[in-house]
C-alpha cells in the first residue's frame, strides 16, 4: 500500500476545510484535503455570511467574487412574520444592520458589507481560490481510519471511484469533516451538550413570489399559522435567489412519525404557507436534519485540531455557524504555516484551542437561546398545538382588535419581535471575538466596560486580543482600510506621526527572527493619512505608541506610548506570541 507524506492533513471540504485549504496553499504550506464527497456543496443550506467573515475573504482576495454570487445587503433586511405569504402580515423587524437604527453601527464597523450566499454557491468560490493557489484537493476520497503518535498523523483513506485505498502520513492534521466527523470520533474529541434536539426539513424549491416579496425584500419570511408553536413556525421559507428561489425550513416531531416528501405532499405544503395555489412549485430537492446543541471541549489533541461542524453544532438561528466555522481555520493556518516553517515554536498551536473554543462555546449557547426567544411569539400569536382553526384565527382577530385585550397583545407581541434582534442583529457576538491565550502579549489594562449591550452592539478596541479595528485611510489616492495593512500571512506594526524608534525596532525584529513584518505609519498627514480621524478616535494609543497585529488581523501586543527600549520590548513580545524563548529560536533556525 502506497503511502503519501504531506506536511498537514485536512478532512472535510466544507466551508472550513476549503478555507483551511486556500490559506494553506497562500502561505506556501505542504497540504492535502480529503472529501468522501465528488464535489462540493449539492444543496443551499449555510447562507448568512457577515462581516468578519467577508472580512477574512477580503484577505483571501476573493470579496468581489463572493459578491458577485451573493445576494446584497440591501436586499437582506425585512424580516417578516405572517399567516401565509398571501395572507395577513403580522409582524416585520429590520435586520442583518439593513435597519435605519443599526446600520451605521455596521458601516462604522468594517470596510465589508455583510451578505447572503447560499453554501452551494459560496463554496465553489473558495474552492478555485485554493485550486489557483495549488493547493491538492481529493474529492471522492474517504477517510477509513485516521490514528496519530507523537510524530505524525497516518490516514487511511479510500478513493471512491477506484476503491484503491493509500496511506497518508502528515505532521499535523484538521477534522473539518462536519457533525459526523470521523476525526472526532475516532480520536475520541471530548464533546459536551445534547445532540436531536429537534427534527427539522429543508424543501429546496423553485417558486416565483415577486409580487409578494419585493416591496418588502428579505432573507427570512416566518409563516406563523394556527396549531403551531415551532420556533420556525408552520414554515420558514430563505431566500436562495430574489425571489424566485427557496428553501422552505420546517420541523416535526418523530414521534407523530416521519413527513410525507412525496412531491405531491410537498407542493402543498408550500402552496399552505404561500396562501396562493396559482403559484408554480418545482421541488428541487429535499433533505432532513436534527438540531444540536453540542461543543468539543478540547479543538486540539496531540497533533490533530477539529474546526466548523466537527467541533460546533447549533442550530442555524443567528446565522453563525460557517461564519464561526471559516474563522476557526482562518485562526490555525497561520499558526500551522509558522510552526511548519520553522518561524514559530509548537506551542504557539496551543492558542487554536484557547481562542476558538470560548467562541465556539459561546454560538452554541447564544444560538440556542435564539431559539427558545422565538416562543414568545408564538405566545402573542396565542398559536398552540392542539387548537382548532377556528381558535387561531379568533386569536389573530382579537390581535388586531381596537380593544384593551388587542392592545395588550399587540405589546406583546412587539416585546416578543423587539428581543428578536439578539438573533437577527448582534452586531457585538458577530464581530467581538476577543483572544485571551499565549499567541496574546496582555498588557496589564481591563477590557473597555461596554457603553452600550455587548452582544447587540460591536465596540472596536485595540486592547491585545481584539480584532483590529477598522477605519478608513487615504495612502496617496487611493482608500483602504487599517484592516487592508493587516493579514496576508504575516504579522504587522501600525504606528503613529512618532514612529522612528519603532521603525527601527521592527527593522531589528525582522533581522533577528528573520520575519516579514512590515510597519505602517498611520496618522494625520502620515504616509497613511487618518483623513478623518476616526482612527485616532478608535486607537486608544498616542503618537508614539504601536500595535502589533498578527496575521489575522488580532491585536498581539500594544505599546500605548514609546518605550525606553522598543527594540527589545517589540522583540520579547513576538519571542512571547511565536513561542520563542532565546534557546528555541536557536533550535528552529539550526
Excluded at 240 to 252: F, Q, R, S
Amino acid at each position: 500500500m502506497r503511502t503519501v507524506d504531506t506536511d498537514v492533513l485536512v478532512v472535510g471540504a466544507g466551508p472550513a476545510g476549503l478555507t483551511a485549504a486556500a490559506f494553506l496553499a497562500t502561505h506556501g504550506v505542504d497540504a492535502i484535503t480529503v472529501t468522501k464527497y465528488a464535489d462540493t456543496a449539492n444543496s443551499p443550506r449555510a447562507h448568512i455570511t457577515n462581516q468578519r467573515t467577508i472580512e477574512v475573504f477580503r484577505d483571501l482576495g476573493i470579496e468581489d467574487r463572493i459578491r458577485a454570487k451573493a445576494t446584497p445587503n440591501k436586499l437582506m433586511g425585512h424580516n417578516v412574520w405572517a399567516t401565509s405569504f398571501a395572507g395577513q402580515e403580522l409582524a416585520r423587524l429590520m435586520t442583518w444592520g439593513s435597519g435605519v437604527a443599526r446600520q451605521g453601527d455596521y458601516l462604522a464597523a468594517s470596510p465589508c458589507e455583510m451578505c447572503n450566499i447560499p453554501q452551494h454557491l459560496l463554496e465553489p468560490v473558495i474552492r478555485q481560490a485554493a485550486t489557483e493557489r495549488g493547493a491538492d484537493l481529493r474529492f471522492s476520497t474517504e477517510l477509513i481510519a485516521i490514528s496519530q503518535d507523537a510524530e505524525s498523523v497516518d490516514a487511511l483513506v479510500r478513493d471512491r471511484a477506484t476503491d484503491e485505498q493509500y496511506r497518508i502520513r502528515a505532521k499535523y492534521a484538521i477534522g473539518a469533516d462536519g457533525g459526523r466527523s470521523t476525526v472526532a470520533e475516532q480520536l475520541a474529541f471530548p464533546l459536551e451538550g445534547t445532540m436531536g434536539l429537534g427534527a427539522s426539513m429543508n424543501i429546496w424549491l423553485e417558486a416565483d413570489l415577486t409580487k409578494y416579496t419585493e416591496h418588502r425584500p428579505g432573507t427570512l419570511y416566518w409563516m406563523a399559522q394556527p396549531g403551531n408553536d415551532y420556533w420556525v413556525g408552520a414554515g420558514t421559507w430563505i431566500c436562495v435567489k430574489p425571489w424566485t428561489e427557496w428553501v422552505l425550513l420546517c420541523m416535526y416531531d418523530p414521534a407523530e412519525g416521519e413527513p410525507d416528501v412525496s412531491e405531491e405532499a410537498l407542493v402543498k405544503r408550500a402552496h399552505d404557507t404561500i396562501g396562493d395555489t396559482a403559484v408554480d412549485v418545482r421541488i428541487k430537492s429535499v433533505g432532513k436534519w436534527q438540531i444540536n446543541h453540542v461543543v468539543a471541549t478540547e479543538y486540539r489533541r496531540g497533533r490533530v485540531f477539529l474546526a466548523g461542524d466537527a467541533a460546533h453544532r447549533h442550530p442555524p438561528a443567528n446565522g453563525l455557524g460557517t461564519n464561526t466555522s471559516i474563522q476557526d481555520t482562518y485562526n490555525l493556518a497561520w499558526k500551522l504555516a509558522l510552526v511548519l516553517q520553522g518561524q514559530a515554536g509548537p506551542q504557539l498551536l496551543d492558542s487554536y484551542h484557547d481562542e476558538r473554543q470560548p467562541v465556539g462555546r459561546q454560538v452554541v449557547d447564544r444560538a440556542m437561546k435564539s431559539v427558545a426567544d422565538m416562543l414568545p411569539i408564538s405566545q402573542a400569536l396565542a398559536f398552540a398545538p392542539g387548537q382548532s382553526a377556528a381558535e387561531g384565527w379568533a386569536s389573530i382577530t382579537e390581535l388586531f382588535s381596537a380593544s384593551p385585550a388587542g392592545a395588550r397583545r399587540r405589546a406583546e407581541l412587539d416585546a416578543a419581535v423587539e428581543l428578536q434582534n439578539y438573533q437577527f442583529n448582534t452586531h457585538g457576538v458577530e464581530l467581538g471575538q476577543r483572544y485571551a491565550s499565549g499567541a496574546v502579549c496582555a498588557d496589564g489594562t481591563p477590557w473597555p466596560v461596554p457603553v452600550r449591550d455587548p452582544e447587540l452592539y460591536y465596540q472596536p478596541t485595540t486592547h491585545p486580543g481584539a480584532a483590529l479595528p477598522h477605519a478608513w485611510l487615504q495612502h496617496g489616492t487611493d482608500r483602504l482600510s487599517t484592516l487592508d495593512l493587516a493579514g496576508h500571512g504575516r504579522f504587522c506594526l501600525i504606528t503613529g506621526i512618532d514612529s522612528k524608534e519603532w521603525e527601527e525596532a521592527a527593522a531589528k525584529a525582522r533581522a533577528e527572527l528573520d520575519l516579514d513584518l512590515p510597519e505602517y505609519r498611520v496618522g494625520a498627514r502620515c504616509d497613511y493619512d487618518d483623513v478623518y480621524g476616526d482612527w485616532t478616535r478608535t486607537r486608544e494609543i498616542g503618537d508614539g505608541g504601536a500595535l502589533l497585529v498578527r496575521p489575522d488581523r488580532h491585536i498581539a501586543w500594544r505599546a500605548a506610548e514609546p518605550h525606553v527600549d522598543p527594540a527589545t520590548d517589540l522583540l520579547t513580545a513576538l519571542r512571547h506570541v511565536l513561542s520563542l524563548n532565546p534557546a528555541s529560536e536557536t533550535e528552529q533556525h539550526r
